[in-house]
């Protein structure tokens, strides 16, 4: 019997839902019991995937290649449970869905409503693709008041309902914002924002209050007495010096044991929290610290790398050493010596991206870290730029350049048009529409014997997640060989320069896929792990 816990937010936006949500289910977990993550994001798009990174954060990719929203990735760092196509919906994929029921006629000629039709389809997500679980945690995406989520609220209230007391309860994340002048914390936006929600019909069973500092326990008791609900269940949500210390914290402020005492379940024995111990404390009392350089273009907006950000935290408490990062805009390199900037740092990292604007940046980054032997990891567009790089300036092609920025005589990258998903043949073209077009998803790459990569890895065949829409053009294979860059990863049909790898330098090394979106900080990913280690061999060079 899977039992429903709903996360809703109130007050303001970015407060950490999906944190808490993960940091829960890792508690849980830590109980014995089987969980299950969801999100459902009321915007109308139909996923994250033509959304810019500046305005929405990095797109999570799962294995079976849904692009989603990016706190799917803080639920499979905190569980390890991997995510699937029906953890995350939007509001643009339910109505899509209940449009195209109307127009096949499903609805037999009735007047198609919100409610019930809207609220039954997503009722219906909720409850699919559930099989031995004995928790799903599902988060609704916005602030309680926001329009586009209502009918997500009718539909859990309903559900509420439904399934009763025994399956189903909801936690409400809210704000206690502290007035300097007053000297004291507030309790009337929390008080404001369960109104709201009662507002829709929904009684929260536990509020989880956002504070920088301690609540009282007057404040407490104000904030049950007000909000209907027991003072047990007004749990703090402090600041804490790493997210990885979240679950522990959560736990000692009794969330999984109340929501344990909600659903009846035993509660008097406390979960296994051994490894979360283990972490904070490798994160927090490190043995030596690395600076990793990382040159993006959606540097005005942080989780446009969230993933990429915590994958190198999990390589520094692989190496029990703290990973600093410095951001820089790959468009400072176009106009300024990149020596200025990277001199001083232990690794340098190119992450993915999109479209012409401060590849020659990256491109001269990558040159700056092959020339100084700094380690290097390329990844995606990092990784395509650095085989530019080498056709330009070791493999005597000066105009090699990618079809993706315009007409090129060397197209060393070029729109994939077809490839093969096991054993379909999938095909694109250049008129396709954006979304959901790109080669998503995991694909297996045959790693060549002797390379540094199978040494990272340990096996000859791996597996990894992939979104783009160019490729590295093999056919320029061996000219780049013999200038030295070798072709150590391949798709099992040898036709997708998957890996790329430089013998003679400490550590340089591209991938066209996204590691960071497997990394765990109790599972480090092994190429980040790595990078780390020879980041950490750099600076006790210097």
Same mark, same amino acid.
């Given at each position: 019997?899977?039992?429903?816990?709903?996360?809703?937010?109130?007050?303001?936006?970015?407060?950490?839902?999906?944190?808490?949500?993960?940091?829960?289910?890792?508690?849980?977990?830590?109980?014995? &019991?089987?969980?299950?993550?969801?999100?459902?994001?009321?915007?109308?798009?139909?996923?994250?995937?033509?959304?810019?990174?500046?305005?929405?954060?990095?797109?999570?990719?799962?294995?079976?290649?849904?692009?989603?929203? *990016?706190? %799917?990735?803080? &639920?499979?760092?905190?569980?390890?449970?991997?995510?699937?196509?029906?953890?995350?919906?939007?509001?643009?994929?339910?109505?899509?869905?209940?449009?195209?029921?109307?127009?096949?006629?499903?609805? #037999?000629?009735?007047?198609?409503?919100?409610?019930?039709?809207?609220?039954?389809?997503?009722?219906?997500?909720?409850?699919?693709?559930?099989?031995?679980?004995?928790?799903? @945690?599902?988060?609704?995406?916005?602030?309680?008041?926001?329009?586009?989520?209502?009918?997500?609220?009718?539909?859990?209230? =309903?559900?509420?309902?439904? #399934?009763?007391?025994?399956?189903?309860?909801?936690?409400?994340?809210?704000? %206690?914002?502290?007035?300097?002048?007053?000297?004291?914390?507030?309790?009337?936006?929390?008080?404001?924002?369960?109104?709201?929600?009662?507002?829709?019909?929904?009684?929260?069973? +536990?509020?989880?209050?956002?504070?920088?500092?301690? +609540?009282?326990?007057? !404040?407490?008791?104000?904030? /049950?007495?007000?909000?209907?609900?027991?003072?047990?269940?007004?749990?703090?949500?402090?600041?804490?010096?790493?997210?990885?210390?979240?679950?522990?914290? &959560?736990?000692?402020?009794? @969330?999984?044991?109340?929501?344990?005492?909600?659903?009846?379940?035993?509660?008097?024995?406390?979960?296994?929290?051994?490894?979360?111990?283990?972490?904070?404390?490798?994160?927090?009392?490190?043995?030596?610290?690395?600076?990793?350089?990382?040159?993006?273009?959606?540097?005005?907006?942080?989780?446009?790398?969230?993933?990429?950000?915590? /994958?190198?935290?999990?390589?520094?408490?692989?190496?029990?050493?703290?990973? =600093?990062?410095?951001?820089?805009?790959?468009?400072?390199?176009?106009?300024?010596?990149?020596?200025?900037? #990277?001199?001083?740092?232990?690794?340098?990292?190119?992450?993915?991206?999109?479209?012409?604007?401060?590849?020659?940046?990256?491109?001269?980054?990558?040159?700056?870290?092959?020339?100084?032997?700094?380690?290097?990891?390329?990844?995606?567009?990092?990784?395509?730029?650095?085989?530019?790089?080498? /056709?330009?300036? %070791?493999?005597? @092609?000066?105009?090699?350049?990618?079809? !993706?920025?315009?007409?090129?005589?060397?197209?060393?990258?070029?729109?994939?048009?077809?490839? %093969?998903?096991?054993?379909?043949?999938?095909?694109?073209?250049?008129?396709?529409?954006?979304?959901?077009?790109?080669?998503?998803?995991?694909?297996?790459?045959?790693?060549?014997?002797?390379?540094?990569?199978?040494? +990272?890895?340990?096996?000859?065949?791996?597996? !990894?997640?992939?979104?783009?829409?160019?490729?590295?053009?093999?056919?320029?294979?061996?000219?780049?060989?013999? /200038?030295?860059?070798?072709?150590?990863?391949?798709?099992?049909?040898? #036709?997708?320069?998957?890996?790329?790898?430089?013998?003679?330098?400490?550590?340089?090394?591209?991938?066209?896929?996204?590691?960071?979106?497997?990394?765990?900080?109790?599972?480090?990913?092994? *190429?980040?792990?790595?990078?780390?280690?020879?980041?950490?061999?750099?600076?006790?060079?210097?």
């Amino acid at each position: 019997m899977t039992r429903f816990i709903f996360i809703t937010g109130g007050v303001v936006s970015s407060l950490g839902k999906g944190l808490a949500s993960a940091a829960l289910g890792a508690s849980l977990q830590a109980r014995g &019991y089987k969980v299950r993550l969801r999100k459902l994001d009321p915007y109308l798009n139909v996923d994250p995937g033509t959304m810019s990174p500046t305005q929405h954060g990095e797109v999570y990719v799962t294995d079976d290649g849904a692009e989603t929203d *990016l706190d %799917l990735g803080h &639920y499979e760092r905190f569980t390890g449970v991997a995510s699937r196509r029906s953890d995350n919906v939007t509001a643009g994929r339910i109505y899509r869905t209940v449009l195209e029921k109307e127009r096949r006629g499903d609805y #037999l000629g009735g007047t198609v409503q919100v409610i019930p039709h809207v609220t039954d389809q997503i009722k219906t997500f909720i409850l699919s693709d559930l099989t031995d679980e004995d928790f799903c @945690l599902c988060e609704i995406g916005g602030t309680v008041g926001d329009i586009e989520s209502l009918p997500f609220l009718e539909a859990i209230r =309903q559900l509420g309902n439904e #399934l009763g007391r025994e399956r189903a309860m909801v936690i409400h994340v809210t704000l %206690l914002p502290y007035i300097p002048t007053a000297g004291e914390l507030k309790t009337k936006p929390t008080q404001h924002s369960v109104k709201e929600l009662l507002s829709v019909g929904i009684q929260p069973d +536990i509020l989880m209050c956002r504070s920088d500092r301690p +609540i009282p326990e007057s !404040e407490r008791r104000k904030i /049950a007495l007000f909000c209907n609900v027991n003072e047990k269940n007004v749990i703090a949500a402090l600041d804490a010096p790493t997210i990885y210390q979240v679950p522990i914290d &959560y736990h000692a402020q009794g @969330l999984d044991t109340q929501v344990c005492r909600h659903f009846g379940l035993p509660c008097d024995v406390s979960p296994d929290l051994g490894r979360w111990h283990t972490i904070v404390g490798r994160v927090t009392k490190p043995e030596g610290v690395v600076t990793i350089g990382i040159v993006g273009k959606y540097t005005s907006l942080l989780d446009s790398y969230k993933s990429l950000s915590e /994958a190198l935290v999990h390589g520094g408490i692989a190496n029990n050493v703290k990973v =600093q990062l410095e951001w820089f805009d790959s468009e400072i390199f176009e106009r300024e010596d990149a020596a200025r900037f #990277l001199e001083s740092v232990d690794g340098i990292m190119v992450p993915g991206g999109f479209g012409e604007r401060g590849a020659e940046g990256k491109i001269r980054a990558a040159r700056f870290a092959r020339e100084h032997k700094i380690p290097y990891f390329g990844i995606c567009f990092g990784m395509q730029m650095a085989v530019i790089e080498c /056709a330009r300036h %070791l493999a005597n @092609l000066p105009d090699a350049s990618s079809s !993706e920025f315009g007409p090129t005589s060397e197209p060393l990258v070029g729109l994939m048009t077809e490839w %093969l998903r096991g054993t379909e043949l999938v095909k694109r073209s250049s008129t396709n529409d954006m979304g959901g077009t790109m080669r998503l998803g995991s694909y297996e790459c045959l790693l060549a014997e002797g390379s540094k990569v199978q040494s +990272i890895y340990g096996h000859e065949r791996i597996s !990894e997640r992939h979104r783009h829409r160019y490729e590295v053009n093999v056919h320029y294979r061996e000219q780049l060989e013999a /200038a030295g860059l070798r072709f150590s990863g391949l798709s099992p049909d040898g #036709l997708l320069p998957e890996i790329v790898e430089y013998p003679d330098h400490p550590w340089f090394i591209g991938v066209q896929f996204h590691p960071e979106l497997k990394s765990k900080p109790f599972d480090p990913h092994p *190429l980040f792990t790595s990078f780390i280690q020879a980041a950490v061999t750099k600076s006790r060079l210097v």
